[in-house]
């Protein structure tokens, strides 16, 4: 298989890639190349670019390849970037494309399927609306090819939504990207905003959504991912989130957080159940935490590992129990608190803190001009042991890790 790859790759009618080498060994070599690393490299010859720009590289990279992408801002206006933590090699991503009168673009969901990156959904502001200073909730998509490097639109979803629960779903069980709740609550703004109930399923072949059983409740802020076996049968949960609110003397908004996770079963044959409520996954008298949650594939076990980060706790959910419980602490405080961001790569747990020094700080050192510094500790949940990673970063002004997208992608 591996073979025929090579050869596919190699099908170049415009002479050598490499002088002094079979076309399939240099192939090979080229194949070999870290993927973050190849746009630095394509533009070396037509016959680079056309190998490294093929369908059949990304299957002969053997999903060697651990990515971060990050979204520090609006990525209509902010270049996102793509981080290799083995080869410490970032990849500036271009800008999406912008609508002049919408901006500020922020809770949107970055999902990885196959060599596509797709943006989906978030919340803005647009300049046409009244008033002015009110975030509203979008239902625009956009995909982004990693092996050509560029952005297209695909279909807008049914509702427009933000802060969301979504997840790929698997090629053998109706492939495609599953979206369940969200609403208009921005970044800048702790609080209001609207919740909805509706949930869509997206079919990448097909460029089209449909609509599916909407949730039981209204729910935004929530998380959501696959678990199950490789059978069958999948089943996509949404954990946590928060639907009505409360106010403190009347003027002050609150959250009412939910204590409990939603499942929805999926099959093969397309025929999706119905919404089953999981009991309450916080024991009576504890503290609701609302931290970051992620998943980690297991290919040990039928379901994935779920993790959540509270300031400097990290907690597993425990599926038999249903209950967080105390897993590991960050060893070291973010530099200047900065918050952390949270993230899987190749089933370890990365805590990352972003540290850039003040332009306005007459007293500098040289070294500090051009970059900020990205600090990351990494937890690896088997071994139960942590190590940190230190490099510069291209982001030369302040970023919030914390409210920024990021996601993981293996290729």
């Known amino acids: 298989m591996e073979r025929e790859r090579i050869g596919k790759m190699s099908d170049w009618n415009s ?28 533009g ?40 290799d933590p083995h080869n ?13 009168s919408l901006y500020a673009l922020s809770n949107f969901s970055a999902l990885h399927i196959g060599p596509f990156l797709y943006l989906i959904g978030g919340s803005l502001f647009d300049s046409r609306s009244f008033p002015i200073n009110r975030p509203l909730s979008t239902s625009n998509a956009f995909r982004f090819s990693l092996l050509h490097f560029s952005w297209q639109p695909i279909s807008p979803m049914i509702s427009p939504r ?6 790929s779903i698997p090629h053998g069980i109706q492939g495609g990207i599953i979206v369940a709740g969200g609403g208009s609550r921005h970044t800048i703004f702790g609080a209001a905003g609207t919740r909805i109930s509706s949930v869509e399923r997206y079919d990448v072949e097909m460029d089209k959504w449909e609509p599916l059983q909407p949730l039981p409740t209204f729910r935004a802020g929530c998380v ?8 069958e049968k999948k089943d996509f949960w949404v954990v946590g989130g928060y ?34 409520e999981v009991g309450d996954i916080w024991a009576d008298g504890e503290t609701v935490r609302t931290g970051k949650i992620v998943v980690a594939e297991d290919p040990d076990r039928d379901c994935p590992q779920v993790f959540m980060l509270h300031r400097t706790h990290i907690f597993r959910y425990d ?5 967080w419980v105390y897993e590991s602490r960050v060893p070291r405080k973010a530099p ?12 370890e747990l990365y805590v990352l803190a972003h540290h850039c020094v003040d332009l306005t700080e007459p007293r500098r050192s040289k070294h500090q001009k051009k970059a900020g510094t990205m600090y990351i500790q990494i937890y690896n949940p088997k071994k139960k042991t942590w190590r940190s990673l230190v490099t510069k970063s291209p982001f030369d002004y302040p970023i919030d890790l914390s409210s920024a997208v990021l996601s993981s992608i293996c290729l």
Request: hydrophobic share 40%.
């Open 15 to 42: 002479g050598v890639i490499i002088p002094g080498l079979l076309n399939e060994i240099a192939c090979l070599i080229l194949s070999m190349v870290p993927f973050s690393h190849h746009s630095r490299i394509k």
């Open 336 to 347: 200047d608190s900065s918050p952390f961001g949270f993230v899987v790569v190749d089933r």
């Open 243 to 276: 639907g009505a609110s409360t106010t403190i003397s009347g003027v002050f908004p609150v959250d009412q957080y939910y204590r409990d996770a939603l499942v929805m079963e999926f099959n093969d044959d397309g025929n999706n159940g119905v919404w089953r």
């Open 162 to 167: 933000g802060s969301f629960a979504s997840a």
């Open 44 to 83: 070396t010859c037509k016959s680079w670019r056309y190998i490294l720009s093929s369908q059949h590289l990304i299957s002969s990279l053997r999903r060697r390849n651990h990515l971060i992408s990050i979204f520090p801002h609006d990525p209509s206006i902010t270049n996102p970037f793509l981080f």
């Open 319 to 323: 599926m038999p129990s249903n209950r």
């Open 224 to 231: 959501g991912f696959m678990a199950g076996g490789e059978g």
């Open 88 to 100: 410490l090699a970032w990849t500036p991503l271009p800008l999406s494309p912008c609508d002049p």
